[in-house]
């Protein structure tokens, strides 16, 4: 019997200096996806406040051009859109969302550009004279 507890001893003994000995493993699978996602959403996060920028700068600047361009001949409008460079990147999933984010800048930009020429475009009322009596 003795001889089984030291012999159950030293292998335990061995198990555990073995399994220390092994030091960190491979790093699991989920915090390898979870610095993945902060990167992208790191890069998300710049690229969404850039293309606020620009959209905002474009608000200003550009949707008058749009505009009078708009009154002139509508197909010019799309003038405007059709220069954009189209954004391409490794990462399907930041590509996606950035591919969004600057749809929706240009959709607003075109709202913005039919309101403003709607407005330019109603008549304002004339002013009735008065008859003399």
């Known amino acids: 019997m003795l001889k089984r507890t030291i012999k159950f001893i030293v292998y ?15 790093p699991a699978a989920l ?3 979870h610095a993945r996602d902060s990167v992208s959403e790191a890069r998300i996060d710049s690229a969404y406040a850039a ?4 959209c905002d700068t474009m608000m200003v600047y550009q949707v008058p051009e749009m505009v009078d361009s708009f009154i002139k001949d509508p197909a010019l409008a799309c ?5 954009t460079k189209v954004y391409s990147d490794a990462d399907k999933k930041v590509e ?4 969004q984010l600057q ?3 240009d959709s607003n930009l075109l709202k ?3 309101r403003r020429a709607q407005l330019r475009q109603r008549s304002k009322p004339a002013q009735r004279r008065k008859l003399k009596a």
Not at 12 to 26: R, T
């Open 12 to 26: 335990c003994v061995f198990i555990l200096f073995w399994g220390c000995a092994a030091g960190p493993g491979e």
């Open 79 to 83: 003038t405007f859109f059709d220069t």
């Open 103 to 105: 749809a929706d800048c």
């Open 31 to 33: 915090e390898i996806q």
């Open 112 to 114: 913005e550009t039919y």
């Open 51 to 54: 293309i606020r920028t620009a």
């Open 96 to 99: 996606k969302v950035i591919r």
